[in-house]
């Protein structure tokens, strides 16, 4: 089986754009969560999703938000991009809410310039 | 909502020696405590787990202890090989109703030939 999948790998932006991640889960998980990895650093938690409805949000700014579509795939999008958004974005599916059997995908490297 | 503290930073063991991460945790009303094992340019990868209602699991290798009147949880892996060598992240759930997963800061795991 497939596993989590994120697009694109590797992305470049300038401050003060907008930017869109996007994630597959795992066939049959309904749950997807994202992540911030600063280097050097645990992933910090930004939103859930679980059957197209947030399950919670992290400490994180409105320049931040997410979706998720009927087919349970997500997008992440970030407004007025600053450096400090430079970081790994991870996603991780579940097949239900909470923090329970979270499976990562390889994430997607956001450097802003 | 939820604070996970993990030591050591950084831990060098011989090859063959038996390695141990620990974790402490502060919201006792955490019942999940999953570890993951991150390569480098790779997703963090769920290696095992453990429940509030069991003090140990064990799985090949390694195994995970509970404490929870102290709340804190440890990682061991015995008879380390040189894939073993990673960072290592302890997590717990977020808690203040927010359904995500709160990281340790990681432990790097370097196995000496």
């Known amino acids: 089986d497939a596993g989590v999948t994120q697009s694109p790998t590797h992305l470049i932006k300038t401050r003060g754009q907008h930017v869109t991640l996007r994630c597959s889960p795992i066939?049959?998980?309904?749950?997807v969560s994202w992540y911030q990895q600063v280097l050097g650093q645990g992933p910090q938690f930004i939103f859930q999703y679980y059957e197209k409805e947030e399950r919670g949000r992290g400490n994180f700014p409105d320049r931040f938000s997410a979706r998720q579509f009927p087919n349970y795939s997500s997008e992440l999008n970030v407004n007025a991009l600053l450096l400090g958004d430079s970081a790994l974005y991870l996603c991780a599916s579940s097949p239900r809410a909470g923090g329970d059997e979270q499976y990562f995908g390889p994430g997607t490297r956001l450097t802003v310039t | 909502g939820e604070n996970v503290e993990q030591h050591p930073s950084t831990l060098s063991v011989q090859e063959g020696d038996s390695a141990v991460i620990k974790c402490t945790y502060s919201?006792?009303?955490?019942?999940?405590f999953p570890w993951y094992k991150q390569e480098l340019g790779k997703g963090p990868q769920l290696i095992i787990d453990?429940?509030?209602?069991?003090g140990e699991k064990k799985d090949q290798r390694i195994a995970v202890t509970l404490n929870k009147t102290a709340k804190h949880f440890s990682l061991h892996i015995t008879e380390t090989q040189p894939e073993d060598s990673a960072v290592y992240f302890c997590a717990a759930p977020a808690g203040g109703g927010a359904d995500g997963l709160t990281f340790g800061k990681g432990t790097h795991l370097i196995i000496q030939p």
């Open positions: 919201d006792s009303a955490s019942n999940y």
């Open positions: 453990i429940r509030s209602n069991v």
């Open positions: 066939s049959g998980h309904k749950s």
